[in-house]
């Protein structure tokens, strides 16, 4: 079974301050992670993945996260957070043996300005 | 590129009535996901089709939803009857393939069930 959890119903941070979204996994195999924003009233869009290599993967609008096989984290940053930052934001993960994504139930993300 | 289009925007019923929306992928794309929105909760998935063939509906329930896809184009998800547990979003969603991460999701059919 895969499953994925967001800690965070809710994230405030103020324009220009990094920003640190939170997202947790549970694979028997091994995990490719994802990150999915949501904007009002659009479908969700693709930030960013991690399969395999670096820890570190870089994504759209200059978000970023990283995997930590140790802790089973996949966290999402961004060094410094705009208004327009401000979505919904969804983590999934896939095992490696299966081939759809479980979704985390969100995080909402308010940037202010 | 067009996207992933997805009718009616918006649906109102009442309960035991019966309700379909429609879904097409983006041109090219072998894979196509239904997913189901409950408010306040993440995208579960209902239905997930490679071509015309169901790969995964383990989390539809079938003896109320069904779901097909034309000549492995367009695809239709229909409720009947329709519970008031059913009001949701319900999102469509194509890859170029099984296993292909990037999923480009439509806007999606907001449900109400009164």
């Known amino acids: 079974a895969q499953s994925v959890a967001q800690p965070e119903d809710q994230v405030n941070v103020a324009e220009g301050n990094p920003l640190t979204v939170k997202c947790t996994y549970s694979?028997?195999?091994?995990?490719?992670l994802f990150w999915y924003v949501q904007y009002p009233n659009r479908g969700l869009q693709f930030l960013l993945k991690?399969?395999?290599?670096?820890?570190l993967v870089k994504g759209s609008y200059g978000f970023e996260a990283e995997f930590n096989k140790s802790q089973t984290s996949f966290h999402l940053k961004k060094p410094s957070a705009l208004v327009s930052d401000s979505a919904l934001y969804f983590c999934?993960?896939?095992?490696?043996?299966?081939?759809?994504?479980?979704f985390g139930k969100g995080t909402m993300l308010l940037v202010s300005p | 590129e067009a996207g992933v289009a997805q009718s009616p925007r918006y649906k109102i019923i009442e309960k035991r009535q019966s309700v379909a929306f429609w879904c097409n992928p983006i041109?090219?794309?072998?894979?196509l996901y239904w997913y189901q929105q409950i408010l306040g909760q993440g995208p579960k998935l209902l239905i997930q089709?490679?071509?015309?063939?169901?790969?995964?509906d383990s989390q539809l329930p079938k003896d109320r939803f069904s779901a097909e896809r034309l000549k492995g184009v367009d695809s239709t998800l229909k409720i009947q009857p329709a519970k008031l547990e059913d009001s949701a979003v319900y999102l469509c969603?194509?890859?170029?393939?099984?296993?292909?991460?990037?999923?480009?999701f439509g806007s999606g059919t907001q449900l109400s069930v009164l």
């Open positions: 999934a993960v896939r095992d490696s043996g299966y081939s759809t994504l479980t």
């Open positions: 991690y399969i395999t290599g670096d820890n």
């Open positions: 969603a194509s890859s170029l393939e099984a296993g292909n991460e990037k999923l480009f």
């Open positions: 089709f490679q071509n015309n063939g169901v790969v995964d």
């Open positions: 041109s090219g794309h072998a894979t």
């Open positions: 694979v028997s195999g091994n995990p490719y």
